[in-house]
């Protein structure tokens, strides 16, 4: 095998471990919700869970400055060896944790204390992935190397609904609810040490070995402090990738079955098809970017998701069905791979050389934290409050409205840079207009 090929399987894998531990997660949110957080009223017990699965997501930009830092410092093999180790407990943690009716009060501090190790974990995950493909790509191919990162979560995520749609044949509801949710958890127990294997034979990328100084960890947090317009123009860029995401995968389950009342075996098999179109669309679109620029691409998906969005989910509640269902999902999906295909390595290479890793990490977090981590829990919320069961598309809409601004933006960062070339943001802001 080649050893590119390699390297991308290897550095992906850890990627794939922690977008299946989240999307388990919300897929089974109802029935962790009445294991772990016995309430009378339905609602509440839901909202509970699905305030600990968005919970995970606000540790992300802490674990992001903190363990992104210790990769800028030192190196991206060490850093993604180290996230890895602190995922596993968190995924461990979750699946052996007894029930309330056994253990408590104990068992939804246990619940929320391993998704909080989970997130702060998961918020270098993403940028150190990124930062090591895109270190180890072949010149002019930048784009669909990165892409394998986004395109290992599909994996995950197709895995996690062929177990959903296995389960759901075989137990009953009763025994969904009882003990069946923690049969995907304990899987991903089970694969850690064959992951591991994977990532402790990674090599560290040839750019960071090369540099002869790394910059300590104050001097990372005072650059990415100094660059806080180009961090928080890349958190409103990713606002649309997570929205999209969790809306379309971690969110569906909940909506399918509460909302349109689908059957979950229908939910389950639409959502493998929709990681199966996320994982096509991805590279694809990644290696379209390396021809015809970033921001193209961009500019593109934000406009057609403001256009459709909020329509396509009204045509969807107006008469739930498996085939509106799958037809809305995979045009999303549609928006969400070329998007993300061109995003996640525009965000890389607009972040100054030294902080790469920490810049990006803490750009992505934060939206993931502020936004798209939250996703199942205000789209619910949203719903609730206003009757209309088409709402989702309006949050969708907000995000890709975020996505394009940024976007334009960046832009007149990029000149200004030209302009001016401050040393912090030069090296940064010259790498797109390259790469497109």
């Given at each position: 095998?080649?050893?590119?090929?390699?390297?991308?399987?290897?550095?992906?894998?850890?990627?794939?471990?922690?977008?299946?531990?989240?999307?388990?997660?919300?897929?089974?949110?109802?029935?962790?919700?009445?294991?772990?957080?016995?309430?009378g009223?339905?609602?509440?017990?839901?909202?509970?869970?699905?305030?600990?699965?968005?919970?995970?997501?606000?540790?992300?930009?802490?674990?992001?400055?903190?363990?992104?830092?210790?990769?800028?410092?030192?190196?991206?093999?060490?850093?993604?060896?180290?996230?890895?180790a602190?995922?596993?407990?968190?995924?461990?943690?979750?699946?052996?944790?007894?029930?309330?009716?056994?253990?408590?009060?104990?068992?939804?501090?246990?619940?929320?204390?391993g998704?909080?190790?989970?997130?702060?974990?998961?918020?270098?995950?993403?940028?150190?992935?990124?930062?090591?493909?895109?270190?180890?790509?072949?010149?002019?191919?930048?784009?669909?190397?990165?892409?394998?990162q986004?395109?290992?979560?599909?994996?995950?995520?197709?895995?996690?609904?062929?177990?959903?749609?296995?389960?759901?044949?075989?137990?009953?509801?009763?025994?969904?609810?009882?003990?069946?949710?923690?049969?995907?958890?304990?899987?991903?127990?089970?694969?850690?040490p064959?992951?591991?294997?994977l990532?402790?034979?990674?090599?560290?990328?040839?750019?960071?070995?090369?540099?002869r100084?790394?910059?300590?960890?104050?001097?990372?947090f005072?650059?990415?402090?100094?660059?806080?317009?180009?961090?928080?123009?890349?958190?409103?860029?990713?606002?649309?990738?997570?929205v999209?995401?969790?809306?379309?995968?971690?969110?569906?389950?909940?909506?399918?079955?509460?909302?349109?009342?689908?059957?979950?075996?229908?939910?389950?098999?639409?959502?493998?098809?929709?990681?199966?179109?996320?994982?096509?669309?991805?590279?694809?679109?990644?290696?379209?970017?390396?021809?015809?620029?970033?921001?193209?691409?961009?500019?593109?998906?934000?406009?057609?998701?403001?256009?459709?969005?909020?329509?396509?989910?009204?045509?969807?509640?107006?008469?739930?069905?498996?085939?509106?269902?799958?037809?809305?999902?995979?045009?999303?999906?549609?928006?969400?791979?070329?998007?993300?295909?061109?995003?996640?390595?525009?965000?890389?290479?607009?972040?100054?050389?030294?902080?790469?890793?920490?810049?990006?990490?803490?750009?992505?977090?934060l939206?993931?934290?502020?936004?798209?981590?939250?996703?199942?829990?205000?789209?619910?919320?949203?719903?609730?409050?206003?009757?209309?069961?088409?709402?989702?598309?309006?949050?969708?809409?907000?995000?890709?409205?975020?996505?394009?601004?940024?976007?334009?933006?960046?832009?007149?960062?990029?000149?200004?840079?030209q302009?001016?070339?401050?040393?912090?943001?030069?090296?940064?802001?010259?790498?797109?207009?390259?790469?497109?």
């Amino acid at each position: 095998m080649n050893r590119q090929v390699q390297a991308v399987i290897r550095v992906s894998s850890g990627n794939f471990l922690e977008m299946y531990d989240f999307m388990v997660f919300g897929y089974y949110a109802a029935a962790i919700g009445r294991a772990f957080f016995p309430s009378g009223d339905e609602f509440a017990s839901l909202m509970l869970s699905l305030m600990t699965f968005g919970a995970g997501f606000l540790m992300r930009p802490i674990g992001a400055l903190v363990l992104g830092a210790y990769t800028d410092k030192h190196g991206r093999r060490a850093g993604l060896i180290l996230t890895l180790a602190l995922m596993s407990v968190g995924i461990v943690a979750i699946a052996l944790t007894p029930g309330y009716a056994t253990i408590g009060l104990l068992a939804p501090l246990l619940v929320l204390g391993g998704r909080l190790l989970q997130g702060f974990s998961a918020g270098m995950e993403l940028g150190g992935v990124s930062v090591y493909l895109s270190e180890i790509a072949t010149p002019g191919n930048k784009g669909f190397y990165v892409s394998w990162q986004s395109a290992s979560q599909q994996v995950a995520v197709a895995l996690a609904a062929v177990i959903g749609i296995a389960l759901a044949t075989e137990l009953s509801p009763d025994q969904m609810n009882r003990w069946g949710w923690r049969v995907p958890l304990l899987i991903g127990c089970v694969i850690i040490p064959a992951l591991f294997i994977l990532r402790r034979t990674l090599a560290e990328t040839e750019e960071f070995a090369a540099r002869r100084r790394h910059p300590t960890s104050a001097e990372i947090f005072r650059t990415v402090a100094a660059n806080w317009r180009l961090v928080g123009l890349g958190m409103l860029m990713s606002t649309l990738t997570t929205v999209c995401f969790y809306m379309i995968t971690a969110y569906t389950p909940t909506f399918g079955s509460t909302v349109l009342h689908l059957a979950n075996n229908q939910v389950q098999l639409v959502i493998l098809c929709v990681a199966i179109s996320n994982f096509v669309w991805l590279p694809v679109m990644g290696a379209l970017s390396d021809r015809i620029g970033r921001v193209p691409i961009l500019i593109a998906c934000t406009l057609l998701t403001l256009a459709t969005a909020y329509p396509a989910l009204v045509w969807l509640v107006a008469a739930p069905s498996f085939s509106r269902l799958l037809a809305v999902e995979l045009w999303l999906s549609c928006m969400f791979g070329s998007y993300n295909g061109a995003m996640v390595v525009y965000l890389t290479e607009i972040m100054p050389r030294d902080v790469r890793t920490a810049g990006f990490s803490v750009a992505f977090s934060l939206a993931t934290a502020i936004f798209g981590g939250f996703t199942p829990l205000i789209a619910t919320w949203l719903i609730h409050a206003t009757g209309n069961k088409a709402m989702p598309g309006v949050w969708l809409s907000v995000a890709a409205l975020c996505g394009l601004l940024a976007t334009l933006a960046t832009l007149s960062i990029q000149h200004e840079g030209q302009e001016h070339a401050p040393p912090a943001l030069a090296p940064a802001v010259a790498a797109p207009r390259a790469a497109a």
